[in-house]
């Protein structure tokens, strides 16, 4: 599939791996979709996806926590911008590593409506309209952590477990038209992730990245283009990607790894 003049909706598109991702298909001469809540920071990566070669971009200031506000701003799009080719579901955060037991139920609340709610009011508003036109692919951003839980981060990992059954179902309901479904699982990627999670506490946050080379936004965004550019007839399911030292989401090398968590 070649992306020229594609339009595709990435969530979470102000930032990490969100940003890369807009500026790959921007590389590839595609036409934007970027939703995110931080209107200047989109702007922002709109400018610099023009400069890169993408046909046209639209930004949409959006909280997928809203179930409203993402049907509405599906419903509302300029008619040139409504035919949805990919929709790459990135938007999602963690917060905290509190133990299960002493978890912060806001916390909690906002991992599950962001990482889980949100994902499924995206796709609800838009996976329609691909099997109506009759094409498209959903791309879907799981994690390691959806395969293995780690201590502390049991919401989290539970939110990326869901992912990971979301994107297995969807692909089984969509089983005879032409819309592909992927979910793309990184281990640790350096970018404001853990800066959330610990609420702007970049200490500990740079921790997370020190003693081994994480991967970068650009990586996930490398095999995100790729999944987007097989031929129609190849669907693929997932891609679990991580850095050399990192062997799943328990595990990184001890010799290289400073302060994981
Ligand atoms: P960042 O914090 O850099 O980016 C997160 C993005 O999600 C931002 O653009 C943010 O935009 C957006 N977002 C958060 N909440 C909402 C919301 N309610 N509505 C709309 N957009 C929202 O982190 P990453 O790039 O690392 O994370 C992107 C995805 O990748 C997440 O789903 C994450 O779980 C997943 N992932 C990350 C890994 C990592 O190690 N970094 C590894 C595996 C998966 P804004 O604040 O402007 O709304
Ligand atoms: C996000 C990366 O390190 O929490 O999915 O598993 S990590």
């Not at 940003?19 to 921007?26: D, G, I």
């Not at 409506?113 to 036109?133: C, E, F, H, I, Q």
Request: glycine fraction near 10%; hydrophobic fraction near 45%; charge should be neutral.
């Amino acid at each position: 599939m070649k992306l020229q003049g594609k339009i595709v909706l990435i969530t979470g598109a102000s930032s990490g791996i969100g940003e890369a991702t807009a500026l790959a298909f921007a590389s590839e001469g595609a036409r934007l979709l970027l939703a995110a809540r931080r209107a200047s920071k989109l702007a922002q990566v709109a400018s610099r996806a023009l400069e890169l070669g993408a046909e046209a971009v639209h930004t949409v200031d959006l909280d997928v926590r809203s179930r409203h506000a993402v049907q509405n701003a599906i419903d509302e799009l300029p008619a040139e911008w409504s035919e949805i080719d990919i929709l790459v579901n990135n938007a999602g955060l963690s917060r905290g590593l509190d133990k299960l037991y002493m978890g912060k139920i806001e916390d909690w609340e906002e991992m599950i409506d962001t990482n889980v709610k949100g994902l499924l009011y995206v796709s609800r508003a838009v996976v329609p309209g691909m099997v109506v036109r009759g094409r498209g692919h959903v791309v879907n951003l799981g994690s390691t952590a959806g395969e293995l839980p780690y201590p502390g981060g049991a919401v989290y990992c539970a939110s990326k477990a869901a992912v990971r059954a979301l994107n297995d179902g969807l692909r089984q309901d969509l089983l005879g038209t032409p819309v592909r479904v992927t979910s793309i699982d990184p281990g640790t990627v350096e970018t404001d992730f853990s800066l959330v999670r610990f609420r702007g506490d970049a200490g500990r946050a740079a921790r997370v990245y020190q003693g081994f080379t994480p991967l970068t936004s650009e990586d996930v965004a490398d095999a995100i283009v790729w999944a987007a550019t097989r031929p129609a007839h190849v669907n693929i399911a997932r891609i679990v990607l991580t850095p050399l030292d990192q062997a799943n989401a328990l595990l990184i090398h001890p010799e290289s790894q400073a302060g994981m968590k």
